[in-house]
């Protein structure tokens, strides 16, 4: 039974209140690429996104959503255009003139972004800090009302400020608490075109998370609808696993009104997955109900049909997603007509990693690129993978100061958003920090800035061997 939540009209179209699942994606062109931009946007409407983000980094770029949005309705494309605001509440005011949405990040919203620095608060300064957020976010709630403008209140796990991490720490219970004290900001001013969505590369940590959150709503009487997503999910078979643990296990739980699949690939490429994904619901939670049934000697058994090997991938990860962030087993078997043991066993591995019950490979927490993205991020990617995997296959693999093997977390992300804070669920991190400039981080720390984009993977490659030796 899916949960029951009000509904919201973002443009021509209504989110929640027992609508359809939506689908969406975000368009990574530069928002000042008024062509490009209005391009790529109709290809993702084309494959069957609902909803299209671009970002906004300042009052030039959501001024500039005007001429897109007039050049995607030129076309004949009526698909919602929804701003992405990070760090600048001003551009929020104005993006909320010329968008159908406007995603807020409440980490960066007034709070300054995080430096990773504890601050001690006693309760009347933590209160006036509260009251500078509502003095702030209720002339921008205004103009949204005037215009017909929905707003997203969007939590992302790696962005969350340095207020929220110094009073409940890096946890579902700050994730979630940095949502609702918005929302008890938009309750209060009667303001409710609102959808959250709360993220993170973590699926266990973006599922606890959510989780959580649905339960504070009910408790306070609140209704909204739910955007889900698993963050900087990568790209191919890891991204599309990572995702479905994730959304799939919120989604067999009847929570989730629109989603998105975030890839590392051409945004359109997303829509498919997440179609897949919402067209498996019932099938998935079906099998999650047989698969808990089978779980004997800490294993699940899972025996299921798939007509492609990504309807396999997503299907099973979907089914068992759920159990396994749960605790419920540790180990995973896999039955599925024509399919051989060797792609199966694999598959479990995968899907084990993806909901951190074990490492068996390198992961990567690489994010889908926006038009914040500040190098190449597709081809870095293929270049970061091409090194390491020529590292494992050779030998010498990567090893700790003790002799043994490691199987690395490394972070590939375009900009500073959630760069840092997603550095901290991984070992080592490449983060873009200028136009071609590259900062190389180690978990939290930054270890080297301003590289040019040209040395970066040798580099970062050179700090990890180094570093593991120590």
Known sequence: MRRQTREVRVGGIAIGGGNPIRVQSMCTTSTMDTEGSIAQTLRIAKAGGELVRLTTQGTREAENMRLISEGVRRAGCQVPLVADVHFNPNVADV????????????????????????????????????????????????????????????????SLSDRIMSRYGD????????????????????????VISIKASNTVVMVQSVRLLVR???????????????????????????????????????????????LSEEPECEIPVARKLVGFIDECARLRAVAEQSIKDDTITLMLTADSLEDLQLKAAMAVGALLIDKKATRLRLVCEGFEGECLQSLSDNILQAARVKFVKTEYI????????????????????????????????????????????????????????????????????????????KGRECVEKNIPEEEAVERLMAFIENDLRQ
């Open 95 to 158: 993006a909320a003139l010329y968008c159908e949405k406007v995603r807020i990040n409440p980490g960066n919203y007034v709070d300054a972004a995080r430096q990773f620095k504890h601050l001690d608060y006693t309760d009347e300064e933590y209160a006036e800090e509260l009251a500078k957020i509502e003095a702030r976010l209720v002339p921008f709630l205004n103009t949204c009302r005037e215009h017909h403008t929905a707003i997203r209140i969007g939590v992302n796990h790696g």
């Open 171 to 194: 946890t579902p219970e700050g994730i979630v608490e940095s949502c609702m004290e918005f929302l008890r900001i938009c309750v209060r001013h009667r303001f409710m075109d609102v």
């Open 216 to 262: 504070e709503m009910e408790r306070e009487g609140m209704d909204f609808p739910l955007h889900l997503g698993v963050t900087e999910a990568g790209e191919g078979e890891d991204g599309r696993i990572k995702s479905a643990v994730g959304i799939g296990a919120l989604l067999t739980e009847g929570i989730g009104d629109t989603i998105r699949v975030s």
């Open 366 to 441: 690489s994010c889908p690129g926006c038009g914040r993205t500040l190098y190449g991020l597709q081809e870095t990617i293929a270049r970061i993978r091409a090194a390491v995997s020529a590292r494992e296959k050779s030998d010498h693999p990567f090893v700790n100061g003790n002799g043994e093997r490691v199987f690395l977390k490394i972070g590939i992300m375009g900009c500073i958003v959630n760069g840092p804070g997603e550095m901290a669920d991984a070992d080592y991190g490449y983060v873009g920090a200028a136009r071609g400039k590259i900062s190389l981080y």
